[in-house]
């Protein structure tokens, strides 16, 4: 298959997810609030790509979250193209993606984070993942998230979950806090060997993801909580913005290559706390 062609049923995936994902979450919300959307471009100079984010704050199930498509291109920079494979003889790259961040109002609910991508430099692969933030221990839930995604991974192969929850584990973790962020998920990166089957696993994430949504939803957003509560889900969020800001590769990745920084930054919650 063509590499233009792979091109454009991956990003016309990401932007159709897009959609399906928003449109999900107004559901939930009983489309008493929407999303609030802004196009951007990478470069306003030149082509470059660019993309759509989409933000939903303050309604009775979500305090904030956003859901981001991009498509972009150009080259890497001298120091960062050294960090990235396939670019020996060319600092040329085109990258495409959806990533979503969910923080709720509910301190019962965790926080749920997703993303897919697809970069392409002189050879193309996948990445990706999804995993959750809880603010209180709740074994059984964990089993059952757990669970889901290994359904999902044996799927496609019996050994993905085995190592993708293991990868999951080992990203999300704050080693200056000596805590991992959540109670983990998948993450994959460099998948490459099979587009096919590997751009199939892509599209099941995502659609599980949705799943996983809603059904994450269902289960915990009837729990009634107290203030106490809440401020024990503010200092969390302030974990998940730590990590974000020091250890993501998306987020590395979106401001290393002209992104837009409003897009990069919707994965952090209207409030935070530290202690």
């Known amino acids: 298959m063509k590499v233009e062609l792979k091109k454009n049923l991956v990003k016309n995936w990401f932007k159709v997810l897009q959609d399906v994902i928003c449109s999900e979450i107004e559901k939930i919300e009983k489309k008493e609030i929407k999303f609030i959307s802004k196009e951007w471009q990478k470069n306003s100079q030149k082509d ?3 993309g759509e984010y989409r933000v939903l704050e303050n309604g009775k199930i979500f305090d904030k979250v956003g859901v981001n498509f991009s498509e972009v291109y150009g080259k890497f920079s001298k120091n960062f193209k050294q960090k990235i494979p396939g670019t020996n003889t060319s600092p040329n790259f085109w990258a495409s ?8 109002k509910n301190p019962h609910v965790p926080a749920i984070h997703f993303n897919t991508r697809y970069i392409h430099t002189n050879h193309g692969w996948f990445g990706g993942g999804m995993d959750l933030t809880p603010c209180f ?6 089993k059952w998230f757990h ?6 991974c044996n799927r496609h192969s019996k050994y993905f979950y085995k190592k993708y929850s293991k990868n999951c584990e080992k990203y ?7 805590e991992t962020r959540g109670i983990g998920g998948i993450f994959f990166d460099y998948q490459k060997n099979n587009w096919e089957k590997n751009f199939a696993f892509v599209r099941d994430v995502g659609l599980t993801f949705n799943k996983i949504l809603k059904d994450t939803i269902e289960k915990k957003n009837k729990k009634k909580w107290s203030s106490k509560e809440k401020e024990i889900q503010y200092f ?4 998940y913005v730590e ?13 290393q ?9 919707m994965s952090l919650p209207p409030l935070a706390k530290w202690k």
Do not use: C, W
């Not at 993501?248 to 401001?255: I, M, N, S």
């Open 48 to 50: 470059e790509g660019g």
């Open 97 to 104: 993606g959806i990533s979503v961040v969910a923080h709720m």
């Open 147 to 152: 669970n889901e995604l290994k359904l999902m």
């Open 236 to 239: 969390k969020r302030g974990r």
């Open 137 to 142: 221990k709740d074994i059984n839930f964990k």
């Open 257 to 265: 290559t002209g992104g837009n920084v409003q897009a990069i930054f």
């Open 172 to 178: 999300f973790y704050l080693p200056h806090r000596k």
């Open 243 to 255: 990590f974000n800001l020091l250890y993501d590769r998306g987020t590395k990745f979106g401001l």
